[in-house]
């Protein structure tokens, strides 16, 4: 019996990858990838988090994506499978944008999201 392939918990887009290539090439440390996650916060309940990654974690889920690594802090995963990472550039401002099938809801500013947790065997 053949297996399915295990799906990316996120990808990124060309433009994501380009502009998160060129802030690590701008960091002062030689950083490894980014670390990407969700907390707790802001009125629709988790926002989404976005750091330089130096180390990666014993259960932190590694993807290369468009030659970024991308370390997904472990408790995070089943709120990102499937999500993909674009940026976009508006009239006045830049920013990461999420596109994740598994939220379901976001506050009025953009900040803050619903998330439900991805069944564990997608």
């Given at each position: 019996m053949a297996r399915r392939p295990r799906p990316k918990v996120v990808t990124l887009t060309d433009k994501a990858a380009a502009r998160m290539s060129e802030i690590m090439g701008e960091?002062?440390?030689?950083?490894?990838?980014?670390?990407?996650?969700?907390?707790?916060?802001?009125?629709a309940g988790m926002e989404y988090t976005m750091e330089y990654a130096t180390e990666a974690g014993p259960l932190d889920e590694v993807v290369?994506?468009?030659?970024?690594?991308?370390?997904?802090?472990?408790?995070a995963i089943l709120f990102?499978?499937?999500s993909e990472v674009d940026f976009?550039?508006?009239?006045?401002?830049?920013?990461?944008?999420?596109n994740n099938p598994n939220q379901t809801d976001a506050c009025g500013c953009g900040?803050?999201?619903?998330?439900?947790?991805?069944?564990?065997?997608?």
């Open positions: 960091a002062e440390e030689n950083y490894i990838g980014v670390k990407i996650g969700v907390k707790n916060g802001g009125c290369e994506e468009n030659g970024i690594k991308v370390l997904i802090d472990p408790k990102l499978i499937g976009v550039t508006e009239k006045l401002s830049q920013r990461f944008v999420f900040e803050s999201v619903t998330i439900v947790p991805a069944e564990a065997d997608a």
